[in-house]
């Protein structure tokens, strides 16, 4: 890998856990539900992406399988707990 892309990595990488440091903070002291499902989506989103950035510096093709597995389950949770907002529960 070459110096400018490690760079990049790293400063990426920097930038995307004080993202994730932020959105956990709101999901602390959001002053309600609904800004708390969309921290934790936005947590686990920047978590995708922190997997991807690693597996473009690891060069591992396992990672990015690991990074999209992690998109389908934050998707059904998200569906959940937005069914779960709108209704109060989840299975009908």
């Known amino acids: ?3 400018l892309l490690a760079l990049a990595v790293d400063a ?5 856990v004080l993202a994730m440091g932020l959105a956990l903070l709101r999901l602390v002291r959001g002053p309600s539900a609904q800004d708390r499902v969309l ?11 922190i997997l991807l950035v690693l597996a473009i510096r690891d060069d591992s ?19 959940a707990l937005a069914k779960f907002l709108l209704r109060g529960e989840v299975v009908e």
């Open 12 to 16: 990426t990488l920097t930038m995307f």
């Open 39 to 49: 921290a934790l989506d936005f947590v686990y989103v920047v978590a995708m992406l």
């Open 61 to 79: 093709r396992m990672t990015f399988e690991g990074a999209l597995l992690m998109v389908l389950l934050g998707f059904v949770s998200s569906l």
């Open 1 to 3: 890998m070459s110096e």
